[in-house]
């Protein structure tokens, strides 16, 4: 059977992931409660997208340790399990960058022509990442086949690419947040602003940080599946990137809570027209300006 969990070392890597998750919600169980009994009945996108991506992973780790334990796969159970993992995958990705664009919007709550550029790199990110789940759908049979052949082994080969395709796309999306943070507190020193709000200043280094951070995991695998190495091991890397990626997604609205604590009451809402504060909007650098003045 060709799979992609074949050698030792790519089943430690495939299996460790699911200790790190099980570290970090124990780690942030207390900010999850508090985050939820402070939203009271009302759910917003960026908790619907916090609950995505801080629950999905445990559906690929299950696939993934069963698969790596199960002595013997069916076709039919094969392609399941692969199903399940690239469909987690696709959620996964699509609500951490969405969390991602929601911090990096509301350092641009009244600028519609970087929030269009935003929207337009992140509903690009997404179709390109369901293009290429939708495509590694065909040649999975032959990825399953108990015997490995010249085809078999091609085709495992395209469906690695077309995972590849999916962090490329969500690279895509990182490398947009940061070029677009970079020049937020570019645009605020060429107007003579050294300092910004406390707010201000927060959001913007931990957009840089997760960002940067989930760039750097994208990046990883990218280089690992483009690697020439074989044996499977060219892919040990993408369950840590689905859990790596669902970790900082929950760490993203998690910062956002307790700067809400210590500053403002935030409210997570975002709509097409804006991003806005319960009781305050962040400052543009006008209105920083004359009251400087």
Known sequence: MVLLHTLPIVKYFRVAPAAVWALDYCLTFEHEVRLFTSIGPSWSIATVLFVIARYSPVAWIVSEIYVTLAPQLTVGTCLATYRVAGNTLILILVATEGLLLIRTLALWYENWKIKRFLF??????????????????????????????????????????????????????????????????????????????????????????????????????????????????????????????????????????????????????????????????????????????
């Open 120 to 293: 337009a790199i992140y509903l690009l990110s997404v179709v390109l990442m369901v293009t290429c789940s939708i495509l590694s759908e065909f040649p999975l049979k032959s990825v399953c086949l108990l015997k490995s052949t010249p085809r078999s082994v091609e085709d495992a080969t395209k469906v690695e690419r077309l995972i590849m395709g999916q962090f490329v796309s969500s690279a895509l999306f990182e490398l947009a947040a940061i070029v677009v943070t970079l020049y937020h507190t570019v645009r605020l020193r060429s107007t003579g602003i050294r300092t910004a709000s406390k707010l201000v200043s927060t959001l913007w280094k931990g957009s840089l940080l997760y960002a940067l951070s989930l760039l750097a995991i994208s990046v990883a695998n990218i280089v690992t599946l483009s690697s020439p190495i074989s044996g499977g091991q060219n892919g040990m890397l993408d369950v840590f990137q689905g859990v790596l990626h669902g970790v900082l997604a929950s760490r993203i609205l998690f910062d956002l809570q307790s700067q809400a604590a210590d500053d403002i009451q935030l409210t997570s809402h975002v709509s097409p027209s804006c991003l806005r504060f319960a009781s305050q909007t962040i400052p543009s650098s006008s209105n920083i300006e004359l009251s400087n003045a």
